[in-house]
């Protein structure tokens, strides 16, 4: 999983914007996508639940299918898609417990963060 978290402020309650402020609080937008079109296939995959192919996307987004396959590759390194039976989904049902279980995810990182830096502050003060 490699994915960036960008905190950002705070969208009025306006659904669309609430969506793109989540995309984009994720990392999900960069320069060179300037049509959004990694958005445009997440919001496919969040509207259904059943998963999708790649050519069902391109066809419903009026993406090429290098391109979808291209934002399905970096959504599924960034663990928020996985493929089930020849079909893109996402990892979880919901946003909401998408959003939880990266927090879970993130946890584990971190606490293997900390661990290795207590262990490189332990040598480091060894060599002192």
Not at 8 to 13: I, T, V
Not at 22 to 41: A, I, W
Not at 51 to 69: A, K
Request: aromatic content about 6%; charged content about 35%.
């Amino acid at each position: 999983m490699a994915f960036t978290i960008k905190q950002l402020e705070k969208p009025k309650n306006e659904l669309n914007e609430e969506l793109q402020w989540l995309c984009q609080s994720l990392g999900m937008f960069n320069e060179r996508d300037k049509e959004k079109s990694c958005y445009r296939v997440f919001i496919q995959l969040l509207t259904c639940t059943r998963g999708l192919t790649s050519e069902e996307i391109s066809r419903n987004t009026h993406i090429t299918r290098g391109t979808v396959i291209h934002h399905i590759n970096r959504l599924s390194e960034d663990g928020l898609v996985i493929s089930q039976n020849g079909k893109y989904k996402l990892r979880a049902n919901s946003l909401h417990r998408i959003i939880k279980e990266l927090k879970e995810d993130l946890k584990e990182i971190f606490k293997e963060m900390e661990e290795i830096a207590q262990k490189i502050d332990k040598e480091l003060e060894s060599k002192k």
